[in-house]
């Protein structure tokens, strides 16, 4: 049976053999349409483990519309995010686990660090506490704050934005301890353990 196939031509809005044939088609590379398309499809993932969690709920809320920019689908399951926000202070126990969170997640993917907890350890300098999320896994923005403002955090998605359109995924922070390194060190049954990883880290930069 043959098919009935629409006059295009005849649809509204729609002007063939009338324009320039510059202004017919657009030129562009296939990575950019991709990064434009990536750029306003994020899917986060929270991870919040103290008060910058709640800066982190209340930028997600209605208030602050992050809608606007495409990222208002929170997905609690890592395979189905593709940003991930580490809000809150990281300990030794809990570095594999966010390294395994990680790697579970969809590629290509990103890392925002909120607050100077996740970033650098903030005032817990102490022997069980993570000096900084980019020592396990890569970090592409770094949000200042104790806790930083929900502008602060909407403005991170921004930069993130800019950088994924740009294409720039490979300037990230610091190179991520690998989870059987970080497995070792925890069952380490003396020593300190944050002297052991910035020793396995700086051992494991590229």
């Not at 031509?9 to 510059?22: F, N, R």
Request: net charge neutral; with cysteine.
């Amino acid at each position: 049976m043959a098919r009935n196939i629409p006059d295009i031509s005849k649809l509204p809005g729609v002007t063939i053999g009338d324009e320039p044939a510059e202004k017919s088609f657009v030129l562009t590379k296939l990575e950019a349409v991709a990064n434009w398309g990536r750029k306003y499809s994020l899917w986060p993932y929270p991870f919040g483990t103290a008060c910058c969690g709640i800066e982190m709920m209340a930028m997600l809320g209605p208030r602050y519309d992050i809608a606007r920019y495409g990222a208002e689908l929170v997905r609690f399951s890592p395979r189905q995010a593709d940003m991930m926000i580490v809000a809150g202070t990281i300990t030794m126990k809990m570095a594999p686990i966010i390294k395994k969170i990680y790697d579970q997640m969809a590629e290509p993917k990103w890392v925002i660090s909120m607050g100077v907890c996740a970033s650098s350890g903030g005032f817990y300098t102490n022997y069980c506490t993570l000096q900084g999320v980019d020592q396990v896994i890569p970090v592409d923005v770094y949000v200042p704050g104790c806790p930083p403002h929900p502008e602060a955090v909407l403005r991170s998605v921004l930069l993130l934005q800019e950088k994924i359109a740009q294409g720039s995924n490979f300037e990230r922070g610091r190179s991520h301890v690998f989870a059987e390194e970080l497995k070792d060190l925890l069952q380490a049954p003396q020593g300190n353990p944050a002297e052991k990883l910035h020793q396995i880290e700086k051992g494991g930069r590229s």
